[in-house]
């Protein structure tokens, strides 16, 4: 092996050792997202690092249950709050969860080139 390949073997080892004890140090997970509903601010496929059983919870965020979209707005209803959600490229809005129904909130994204 030369040195180039050797030097890139290990800065890839090192950044993957780094990501692999940030996430088991910190409770997040990764997240691996498909389709275009998030485009072009996450690209089909991207890697995100997110944050488990989140508990703050902005308009802005992107957060998930089974599906990973942007907050647009939070409102209480029926003495309930309600998580209102839309894909950046989505022309409609997804059905109101409760904060408890998110399971992730992305802290970071990895968009993957695909062509």
């Known amino acids: 092996m030369n040195k180039k390949v050797r030097n890139t073997a290990s800065i890839l080892g090192i950044t993957l050792t780094t990501i692999l004890t940030t996430i088991l140090l ?8 498909t389709g275009n509903s ?18 703050k919870i902005q308009e ?14 939070i409102r209480e209803k029926d003495n309930q709050t309600q998580i209102i959600r839309k894909g950046d490229n989505n022309n409609h809005y997804d059905t109101p969860i409760t904060p408890d129904e998110a399971d992730v909130k ?5 968009n993957i080139p695909y062509r």
């Open 60 to 73: 802005g965020d992107v957060i998930g249950d089974n599906i990973l979209h942007r907050v647009t707005k």
């Open 106 to 110: 992305i802290i970071k994204t990895l």
């Open 26 to 33: 910190t409770g997040h997970v990764i997240v691996i997202g």
């Open 38 to 55: 998030m485009q072009p601010n996450m690209s089909n496929p991207s890697i995100s690092l997110a944050e488990t059983n989140p508990d």
